[in-house]
């Protein structure tokens, strides 16, 4: 049996559809709002209780970060259809979180983790913010100050993790040794 906080992070991969889908229409909108915060709740939760149960795992997190990236990105991609949150910020945010997987991937053959960095991790928390407060069609202000500082955090993590990298990239892409 899964432990209780791989299926809280599992459960962001299964409401991704159904929020989005709530989404469109006026009538079941509340009910994405509703959705979207205990989502957004349930990050804040699964990695204390494996913490706790002394089950932190890599399964585990990555589960966590996946479903993080899997239900944001695509809520923002539903946002900027709608016309409830920038294109700009789902085109940059998501693009940052390929270009991570990207060099998440390099990391491992490197046979090293890509360490977490703070930026991304406000960059996940002001979008699981922004996400219904887009969805209750609230202050188009606070939209836009929530995906500026989003956007902005997720590219300052994007550089960090670069920056972290350097050799391992280097290596990678021109054969050069390690740093």
Known sequence: MMPLHNLISVSRYALTVPVAALAWDEATQPFAVVLAI???????????????????????ALLDMTGDKVFLCTMLIVLAVMGRSPAWAAWLITSRELIVLFLRVVAAEHGKPLPIAMFGKLKTFMLY????????????????FLAWA?????LSSLVEYIVKMRGDLAAEFCGRPRA
């Open 129 to 144: 913010i922004l996400v219904p407060i887009a969805l209750a069609d609230a202050s188009w202000q606070a939209v836009w």
């Open 150 to 154: 989003s956007t902005l955090s997720a």
């Open 38 to 60: 205990l989502v957004g709740v349930s990050d804040f939760v699964d990695g204390p209780l494996a913490r706790r149960a002394g089950d932190a795992k890599p399964l585990g």
